[in-house]
DNA sequence: TTATGATTAGGTATAACCTAACTAACGAAG
DNA sequence: CTTCGTTAGTTAGGTTATACCTAATCATAA
């Protein structure tokens, strides 16, 4: 048993391996290899939340205004992110992901596509649905 | 066939949600959630090189050696590592990893290996050979 | 006119690097 | 066996950038 726990371990160093390829190249796809952990967190905040502004950023990241302001101009610089004056409230201003923004936060996650993808192209059917049944029974 | 990516792609992120869980209790274990990931970079490779020195490392990762002797100093601070003297030649010191700057670098290693654990406790024998069967084809 | 949302100004602390100068230890030459 | 050049690491002191802060200011809304 411990020689196929050394065997799996493997084969899933591999699909690791594979899967964090993709979100370098991904990263690197943006010109952005030197983004900090921080920063990506930040922007998938952004992209969690809908319509968020200045003063709620502030609260969910437990900072305060002017130090949001500070990060924006920056992801703005970046290209990341843009602002969009509210129609109704001319003092809000929503802090909206440009594609390249975008395409940052979810780089996990399309990165997990990618791999996905690879695996529809190997595999038939029939052992895709094998692999679904195996992998749901691990909780 | 979308609809089986689709299922396919939930199974894996639950997949990878297990194994960060496991990464971030390794690190919580250790006390040290706000460790940076360069940090945890170059403890990998302290931890890669057998038989580090200061200079070594200096090379190693295209820094200067009072800059390491100050991140080698951090590290000490954060009981990470220690020097220890080269019984041969008094000038060199080798730098060595503590239980706790071990546990840091092979943390992905150890999460990685927690989930192909419950893996083996969740799957019988058979599903495990198909599983490395399956997985196996996908490159 | 007061409250609210965002910005500016100005400041602090720390990280992550550097060069130059220093100390300790080795090793070969005289 | 001393002395001198070399090597390994450290110290001192500096730079630059980041990531935060408070207080004051500006613009808009109610």
Redesign the interface.
Known sequence: ?MD??E???E??????R?KNECSCTIFSECGLSDM??KQIAYLKAIDEQREVTFSRLAEITRNSKPTITEMINKFVRMECVYRERCPDDGRILYIRLTDKGKKIAHAEHNA??R??????N??D?H??????G??????
């Open positions: 048993m196929k726990e065997h799996l371990f084969v899933f160093e591999n699909l690791i594979i900090t952990v997990m596509r791999v996905i993808e690879q695996m529809v190997s595999l059917e052992e895709m649905d094998l692999l679904i195996i992998l749901q029974k691990v909780r």
